[in-house]
């Protein structure tokens, strides 16, 4: 049976965003599939003890640009510490992700092109016509996903994707499940292909 990666994460996060396209080499080269599951961390913090950003101590959040930055060089990855729509509202965009899965298309392009527009391309995710764009220029019908995005049953699949990110005890993101063992962090994504190769 082919391996299958649950992949929990955040559109505005930027740890996901350092890590989102080195997954999707990672599934590639071993021949994994990726489930996408956009959650909602205002949700799965209280749960799980984690603080959002403008609540965390100064002194974290001062080290938090520090890493970022330290991990941007590393990985040769750019990234803009302080983007200008930083925190945006990734609702209507992750409801976008969550019509491609129920309509069974891979979201993949379409997640890199969102997180990308936030850190390095200083887009409005919470924009409508931004969203638009961003789907067009992954081959997709920005209107029409947009439309999709609004239904009801797809709300519900995003709310859902929370609810099973909570049940499954993620507590952050990204948050990558390999069958039973659980990766917290793009800082882990070595581990996880080890495990891929087990």
């Not at 520090?66 to 945006?88: C, H, M, Q, V, Y």
């Not at 995003?158 to 800082?187: C, H, N, R, S």
Request: with cysteine; proline share 6%; net charge negative.
């Amino acid at each position: 049976m082919d391996a299958r990666i649950t992949y929990y994460f955040s559109l505005i996060s930027p740890w996901t965003y350092l890590g989102d396209g080195r997954l999707r080499d990672i599934a590639a080269k071993h021949g994994a599939a990726i489930a996408y599951r956009p959650m909602q961390l205002r949700k799965v913090f209280p749960v799980s003890g984690g603080l959002p950003l403008p609540k965390r101590a100064p002194q974290r959040q001062e080290y938090r640009l520090i890493e970022l930055k330290r991990w941007s060089g590393f990985l040769d990855i750019p990234l803009n510490l302080k983007p200008k729509f930083f925190p945006a509202d990734e609702t209507k965009a992750a409801c976008m992700v969550t019509a491609l899965n129920v309509q069974g298309e891979d979201p993949g392009a379409f997640v890199g092109a969102v997180l990308g527009a936030v850190w390095t391309r200083e887009m409005d995710i919470a924009d409508t016509h931004t969203l638009r764009q961003l789907a067009g220029e992954v081959g997709l019908d920005g209107d029409a996903l947009l439309a999709r995005a609004e239904d009801p049953a797809v709300r519900d699949a995003y709310q859902g994707y929370t609810d099973e990110a909570i049940a499954a005890g993620v507590f952050g993101a990204p948050f990558y499940v390999l069958e039973d063992e659980k990766f917290w962090g793009q800082d882990r994504l070595d581990f996880l292909e080890r495990a891929l190769t087990r």
